[in-house]
């Protein structure tokens, strides 16, 4: 399966972008994860989607949501007040799963990221 995230940008405190995942083979049956990470750290797990349900971390409930279009194999993360700690490279994940998980390493299939700069 390959990933290809896009959708980042720079914007100003409060502002809002949506990133897009799009994958090379049908992944509606699998979990699809968003991570991110900053220079010297390591994955944050942020948001899952899978099994009809959405799952965020803390930090980003009531601000990101997680949605996707099985027909476009794409999933999406609409990112709105998006506050100066949200500046990362996001990376858009999945795997043989059919259960959530946050864990970084029990997603097998990885995109290339894409940059969110908040200033």
């Known amino acids: 399966v390959q990933l290809v995230e896009s959708g980042g940008g720079s914007v100003q405190v409060g502002g809002s972008l949506t990133l897009s995942c799009v994958a090379s083979?049908?992944?509606?049956?699998?979990?699809v994860g968003w991570f991110r990470q900053v220079p010297g750290k390591g994955r944050e797990w942020v948001s899952t989607i899978g099994g009809g349900a959405t799952f965020y971390v803390d930090s980003v409930k009531g601000r990101f949501t997680i949605s996707s279009d099985n027909a476009k194999n794409t999933v999406y993360l609409q990112m709105n007040s998006l506050k100066s700690e949200d500046k990362a490279l996001y990376y858009c994940?999945?795997?043989?799963?059919?259960?959530?998980?946050?864990?970084?390493?029990?997603?097998?299939?990885w995109g290339q990221g894409t940059q969110v700069t908040v200033s």
């Open positions: 083979e049908d992944i509606s049956t699998f979990f």
């Open positions: 994940a999945t795997g043989f799963l059919w259960r959530f998980t946050a864990t970084e390493l029990e997603y097998n299939y």
